[in-house]
């Protein structure tokens, strides 16, 4: 924050607080570490500018978005402990968190390496999917409200000017835009609605400095800054950055498209795109990078004084029975984890008795070709190859930074759901589970093993599926694939309920990634079990990859799995 107004009023008392250290100054007001003598802590205390204190409509709107920002119980999300006027002052309570902000970072060190901004950038987008769940736009994302500590940790602030979804109109609307010019999206300079998808631009924004170390677009004045974010061409990072892989221009091409509709669906999305623009290497880096900030940064210990939203209530998991026939895809195996959030998880299912063999002449509908045709070329992968391709559970267990990953059992046939298993839009299994023989019916495969991976005890449970999929021709995997990503496109977006005797799970789609050979979809739980987990089909030569990771923190395993699986395909 700029410090352009010399006066401070450090070592004076506010109320309970006794104000230590000035931390910033911007136009909103100061921020000051200050000890708060009746909880006994320190905290970080936002005191507004005199300006805004006798502006009735902002007072209005700071104390229902504080509230509102006061729900959030994400890691990444600094939580506000208290609000209010005292003496005629408004100010704002936060957890005081000791870290530079990018901003800082940037000026001292110029632009992050890659992996770094990755790792920040996906940390900030857990914070913002949290918010938008529950209904909050942050509206002000920019480098200097994301702090990073010194394991690189990185938590957003200044919820306090968050709005609701339900807000009034009226009340958003007080003649002046909040938020930094610099990486506001086009849409915030007229009078359009603004959605969470403005949240999205923005952090596309602070991603490209990050690559860069410039914001997006360099003007003089806001008349400048506003014709750049509504008609100038999207930067390329690469072209200000040799260093930065040109795959990210598609990335910040995407995240700052003009029209809302066209930037990714989430915030975690992008973060997802992100760290697959990166290299192989650099993202194992990434992985890494975040695996040790969480390892030495424990969460937040106080709770936010204001009830989060309840989750939905769903009914004890049924007991289930005696006898139930295994399965790998995200089924019946996993009943062991069902303590995750007090629901089972995954669809039982049974075999499926039609499946084609190796022998058979199949017909198929191929994307390339739109019409029907009998294959009976000679396939480049044999069926006694199959188990070759798959990886091993330690290699599994390099992906989630684990150990004691374990093979639960391997099939060869492709199955069906269990008729108490359903989901209520039967279109989008395909998208939601890897492997049934529903997806596959009539599409030329003749052979397939898979193979489900979990890790005993854990809660979330970590659960990976790998199956390979043999078809006669290269042509008609990657016609199969091509189907399917037209399938997925379908579900983007949709939240699904998946429906067991006695317990019921929410899943929400993100957007589709990548492209035929190679797709990728996300969908994660929506109702607070901490579940996300990655879809991918990958065709090499006559083989369809179908990879489905799942578990907490969730990126990009599976295209990782998938990426590996495809190098052992001879």
């Given amino acids: 924050m700029s410090e352009t107004n010399p006066v401070s009023r450090v070592g004076s008392q506010f109320g309970r607080y006794r104000l230590q250290r000035l931390l910033g100054r911007g136009g909103m007001g100061e921020v000051y570490e200050a000890y708060d003598t009746v909880k006994d802590r320190t905290v970080a205390l936002k005191l507004m500018s005199q300006q805004l204190n006798f502006d009735d409509t902002f007072r209005r709107r700071m104390q229902r978005e504080a509230h509102t920002a006061g729900r959030l119980q994400e890691p990444h999300i600094v939580p506000i402990h208290d609000y209010g006027e005292i003496d005629g002052q408004l100010f704002i309570d936060m957890r005081f968190v000791e870290?530079?902000?990018?901003?800082?970072?940037?000026?001292?060190?110029?632009?992050?390496?890659?992996?770094?901004?990755?790792?920040?950038?996906?940390?900030?987008?857990?914070?913002?999917?949290?918010?938008?769940?529950?209904?909050?736009?942050?509206?002000?994302?920019?480098?200097?409200?994301?702090?990073?500590?010194?394991?690189?940790?990185?938590?957003?602030?200044d919820f306090g000017i968050a709005a609701a979804f339900t807000d009034h109109k009226n009340l958003t609307k007080t003649g002046t835009a909040v938020g930094s010019w610099s990486y506001m999206a086009p849409e915030r300079f007229g009078d359009a609605e603004i959605t969470y998808r403005a949240d999205v631009y923005a952090l596309a924004c602070v991603l490209y400095e990050c690559l860069t170390g410039e914001p997006p677009f360099r003007a003089d004045g806001l008349p400048a800054i506003m014709a750049a974010h509504l008609t100038r061409p999207i930067p390329r990072p690469s072209y200000q950055n040799p260093a930065v892989p040109i795959a990210f221009d598609e990335v910040i091409a995407r995240g700052m498209a003009k029209d809302p509709a066209h930037r990714y669906h989430t915030a975690g999305d992008l973060a997802r795109a992100a760290h697959h623009a990166l290299s192989a290497p650099d993202q194992r880096r990434a992985d890494r990078l975040v695996e040790h900030s969480r390892q030495f940064t424990p969460p937040p210990t106080a709770p936010a004084p204001f009830a989060p939203t309840p989750p939905p209530q769903w009914p004890a998991p049924a007991r289930p029975p005696v006898k139930r026939t295994p399965w790998l895809i995200v089924g019946a195996a996993l009943t062991v984890v069902a303590v995750l959030a007090g629901v089972g998880i995954w669809l039982g299912v049974r075999h499926q008795p039609n499946a084609p063999t190796?022998?058979?002449?199949?017909?198929?509908?191929?994307?390339?070709?739109?019409?029907?045709?009998?294959?009976?070329?000679?396939?480049?992968?044999?069926?006694?190859?199959?188990?070759?391709?798959l990886l091993s559970p330690a290699q599994i267990d390099a992906y989630f930074w684990t150990s004691g990953i374990v093979v639960d059992h391997s099939a060869s046939d492709m199955r069906d759901p269990d008729p108490g298993n359903t989901v209520s839009d039967p279109q989008c299994l395909g998208a939601l589970i890897g492997l049934q023989s529903a997806t596959y019916k009539s599409s030329g495969y003749t052979a397939v093993l898979g193979q489900l991976l979990k890790k005993p005890q854990s809660n979330p449970p970590i659960v990976?599926?790998?199956?390979?999929?043999?078809?006669?021709?290269?042509?008609?995997?990657?016609?199969?694939?091509?189907?399917?990503?037209?399938?997925?496109?379908?579900?983007?977006?949709?939240?699904?309920?998946?429906?067991?005797?006695?317990?019921?799970?929410?899943?929400?789609?993100?957007?589709?990634?990548?492209?035929?050979?190679?797709?990728?979809?996300?969908?994660?739980?929506?109702?607070?079990?901490?579940?996300?987990?990655?879809?991918?089909?990958?065709?090499?030569?006559?083989?369809?990859?179908?990879?489905?990771?799942?578990?907490?923190?969730?990126?990009?395993?599976?295209?990782?799995?998938?990426?590996?699986?495809?190098?052992?395909?001879?």
């Fill in 99 to 157: 870290g530079t902000d990018v901003a800082a970072l940037i000026r001292r060190d110029g632009p992050l390496p890659p992996p770094r901004a990755v790792a920040i950038v996906g940390q900030v987008a857990d914070a913002l999917d949290a918010a938008h769940r529950a209904g909050v736009i942050h509206r002000d994302i920019k480098p200097e409200n994301i702090l990073v500590n010194e394991n690189d940790f990185a938590y957003l602030v």
């Fill in 358 to 389: 190796a022998a058979s002449t199949t017909t198929t509908t191929t994307a390339t070709a739109g019409a029907a045709t009998t294959t009976r070329t000679s396939p480049t992968v044999a069926p006694a190859q199959l188990n070759s391709i």
């Fill in 464 to 570: 990976v599926v790998q199956g390979a999929v043999i078809f006669a021709s290269a042509e008609q995997a990657l016609g199969f694939v091509t189907a399917q990503q037209g399938a997925w496109h379908g579900c983007a977006g949709k939240t699904l309920t998946q429906n067991q005797p006695g317990t019921s799970l929410l899943w929400t789609f993100h957007d589709v990634t990548g492209n035929p050979p190679k797709i990728s979809l996300v969908h994660d739980s929506a109702n607070n079990s901490g579940v996300t987990c990655q879809r991918v089909l990958n065709a090499v030569s006559n083989v369809v990859l179908d990879v489905n990771a799942c578990g907490p923190q969730v990126t990009n395993q599976a295209s990782q799995i998938a990426t590996d699986m495809a190098a052992k395909v001879k």
